[in-house]
């Protein structure tokens, strides 16, 4: 691929000026700049116009963010400001959509294996339901009613569709053998309506089902919703959910459906199969993959003669696993140039110590490529910081939203006082020198006044 970079992976507001590529009017090189590498930016306009299609096509109310893509305290107020629920999975999840100020009834909460606590803490907040994953979880809660004072709780129940889809197999949930959730098959989602209808405990409020992620085809989602939504009828219930999953590009070329499509898929999928009432979903990847991406500040460029050619990153695996995780697959492009063709071919490195730290494993990128350049990933707005780490005690990237020719720094950059913040062990007596922490060596070489 000698191409330029496809604007269809590009956030909405990314625009030409004469320093490159700008996104929500600020040029890319002077983010770079401002806030350091790594980096990352979203466009707000355009995770604001995502959270707006989404209700457009599923209505108001029937959507809830998977904030498990991207939770951060600014994020998960934007997706509350939308109308849109929030899908926690944990009770850290739901610790940052409160501090946000989501209502507890605008929250739901999911987890294959929820503690007491996070069960408490969910009751606390008075979240719209629980989606209950196992008979387990539904003996932790009869426990916490008889003997903690749990009030009755909303649950709206997990089932495994026998439907598996998604990017790879890592992330399909959604099969007989699945981890998560009470299969249709032999009965035992059956079995846990008429458990969860009987118990004093719990107030059944409906049937949920995820098929999986990054799923480009939508007629497996909606083989998925049908299956659930025959249950969810033939059981009676009030309301049925069918997950989230819809996947998106990260490569140019890719066809992805968009939101109408997905709710014109599944609607007629669950109508088919007796449904008659709402359809709820919860998007995570498709609110907000492309509406971020990396910055990094390129360090070395190592030409392997008759082998390749690497270029390292002051990032890596620790802000993008999926590579990693799923092979996935990334472009990368240089927002100086964002129009010069790519006829460079390179294995595209972090900086940590194992040589699986690839970011892209056959890069195109524009011949002139060269040290200190600012280089972008795009769409990395989903489960890269997400996913984030300190592997290698590398402190994490910051996080910025720009708009309206303004940058908003959302999350800081950690420090290397962050990275010592969880140990309990005081330093050597001795402790460093004064004079030798990077901040410290970093200020000494910076010219008078910089
Ligand atoms: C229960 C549930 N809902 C929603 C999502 C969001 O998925 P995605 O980011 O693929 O839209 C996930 C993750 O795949 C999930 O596990
Ligand atoms: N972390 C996965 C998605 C997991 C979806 C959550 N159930 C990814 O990056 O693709």
């Not at 707006?52 to 994020?75: I, Q």
């Not at 996935?328 to 063709?341: G, Q, T």
Request: aromatic share 6%; charged share 25%; proline share 6%.
């Amino acid at each position: 691929m000698s191409t330029a970079v496809s604007s269809d992976l590009l956030p909405l507001t990314a625009t030409d000026g004469p320093s490159g590529l700008a996104v929500g009017g600020v040029p890319l090189v002077e983010l770079g700049r401002r806030f350091g590498t790594p980096l990352f930016v979203y466009d707000e306009e355009h995770l604001r116009q995502r959270c707006r299609e989404a209700v457009a096509a599923f209505g108001p109310g029937n959507v809830a963010y998977a904030s498990k893509a991207f939770l951060c305290t600014a994020m998960a107020r934007l997706a509350h400001e939308e109308g849109l629920l929030l899908d926690v999975a944990s009770g850290g999840e739901l610790r940052v959509a409160r501090h946000a100020g989501v209502p507890g009834d605008r929250i739901v909460l999911h987890g294959n294996n929820k503690d007491e606590s996070e069960l408490l803490a969910a009751a606390a907040a008075g979240v719209r339901h629980v989606v209950v994953d196992s008979f387990d979880e539904m003996d932790r809660i009869e426990r916490l009613h008889a003997t903690a004072g749990l009030a009755p709780l909303p649950v709206v129940l997990r089932v495994a569709p026998g439907v598996a889809a998604g990017g790879h197999r890592a992330i399909r949930t959604g099969g007989t053998d699945s981890k998560f959730g009470f299969g249709l098959a032999a009965g035992i989602a059956a079995a846990a309506v008429e458990r969860a209808r009987n118990s004093p405990a719990m107030v059944l409020e409906g049937v949920h089902a995820h098929v999986g992620s990054q799923v480009l085809n939508p007629a497996e989602l909606a083989d998925g919703a049908a299956a659930t939504a025959r249950f969810a009828a033939e059981t009676g219930v009030r309301g049925l959910t069918v997950g989230g999953g819809l996947g998106v590009a990260y490569e140019a070329g890719q066809r992805v459906p968009e939101f109408a499509e997905w709710a014109a898929r599944v609607r007629a999928a669950a109508r088919d199969a007796g449904w008659r009432g709402e359809l709820t979903v919860e998007p995570g990847r498709s609110i907000t993959a492309r509406a971020g991406l990396t910055l990094y500040r390129v360090g070395t460029v190592k030409r392997i003669e008759g082998v390749r050619t690497y270029v390292s990153v002051d990032g890596g695996m620790s802000d993008n696993l999926r590579p990693a995780l799923y092979s996935s697959r990334y472009e990368a492009f240089l927002p100086r140039a964002p129009h010069a063709p790519r006829p460079l071919r390179a294995r595209l490195v972090g900086k940590h110590c194992e040589s699986g730290d690839v970011i892209i494993d056959d890069a195109a990128l524009p011949a002139d490529l060269r040290v200190s350049d600012l280089l972008a990933t795009p769409v990395t707005g989903a489960y890269g910081y997400a996913m984030a780490s300190n592997y290698n005690k590398l402190p994490r990237p910051a996080v910025v939203f720009v708009r309206d020719g303004e940058a908003r720094l959302v999350v800081r950059r950690e420090t290397e006082d962050d990275l010592l913040r969880l140990d309990v062990t005081e330093p050597a007596a001795a402790g460093p020198a004064a004079g030798t922490s990077r901040a410290d060596l970093v200020a000494a070489r910076r010219p008078a006044g910089a």
